[in-house]
């Protein structure tokens, strides 16, 4: 382990980033941890720790995202690496979901994301090292669920500024991952972790099918375990180099073969006649 690195995770309060936040401290590592509710950060984690610093922060404010970051700095003097965990599952056919669910569903999955980037990467440029987790899902890589095209479309938005940021900063001695876990047994199956229609269209068969697929069958029973998925984690962020695109559980893996396979496919039928559009000399 790096003992003197310090960590800042959003979304800490519960699923994923408390599992983190709960392994990090045992490892003595410094830990600043956010939540919109404090209250059950601070019931959560073991609040006479020194190493815990738990923060209030409205990821869509930058103010507030800025304000923790310095918070963070001004308590352990640095700040070593970053986990975008906070997010929210929703769902609902692209068809049937308000332009509001849509735009609140980016608001916190991506430009959430963002806030932190800014407010946290001079402070990684400015020292010359740092490392950024980006937690995605295997629904940003593979987007084949009905019902779960808007999410999809966060976590895909998530990869790819993580793609550009990571050769961005790379110069500056920063590493970033996106990753993209399958299905880990917490609570983000559960009624306050994912949004449903407002206004749901009985067209959608298919759709309803999904959700019952994941209240009823999936959520309580995912195969996945966060202690593991942390400690991969943990893991990656020691490592020399961090890699790009962490994938977690063998679901993910099946998954993104599955996709690689497609798109493979696509390509090698249609190659002959896409690749013959450019000018002829």
């Not at 404010?61 to 997010?87: H, K, M, P, W, Y």
């Not at 932190?116 to 593979?142: E, Y």
Request: hydrophobic letters at 40%; a negative charge.
């Amino acid at each position: 382990m790096i003992p003197n690195n310090v960590w800042f995770v959003t979304g800490a309060s519960k699923g994923l980033g408390l599992t983190l936040v709960q392994k990090l401290l045992a490892r003595g590592y410094r830990v600043a941890a956010t939540s919109r509710n404090l209250s059950e950060l601070q019931q959560a984690a073991p609040t006479d720790n020194p190493n815990f610093l738990p923060l209030h922060m409205d990821l869509g404010n930058e103010a507030s995202v800025q304000q923790a970051i310095a918070t963070t700095i001004s308590t352990f003097g640095r700040l070593d690496v970053v986990v975008n965990n906070a997010g929210y599952g929703q769902v609902g056919a692209l068809e049937e979901l308000s332009d509001q669910e849509a735009r609140q569903n980016f608001e916190v999955n991506v430009f959430g994301v963002l806030n932190v980037l800014r407010a946290a990467t001079p402070h990684l440029r400015a020292q010359g090292a740092g490392r950024v987790f980006n937690i995605s899902s295997v629904g940003g890589f593979f987007g084949s669920f009905p019902g779960w095209g808007i999410y999809c479309a966060t976590k895909f938005a998530v990869d790819g500024l993580t793609e550009s940021y990571a050769a961005e900063v790379r110069p500056f001695g920063i590493q970033a991952t996106t990753v993209k876990p399958g299905y880990f047994r917490t609570g983000f199956l559960a009624t306050g972790s994912i949004g449903r229609p407002q206004t749901p269209i009985g067209a959608y068969q298919s759709v309803r099918d999904s959700q019952a697929l994941h209240d009823e069958q999936l959520n309580g029973n995912q195969p996945g375990d966060p202690e593991k998925a942390v400690a991969v984690l943990i893991q990656a962020s020691e490592a020399p180099d961090q890699p790009l695109h962490l994938f977690l559980g063998e679901d993910a893996y099946q998954m993104a073969a599955n996709k690689i396979g497609a798109v493979q496919q696509d390509m090698q039928q249609w190659q002959a006649l896409a690749t013959a559009t450019g000018f002829d000399n």
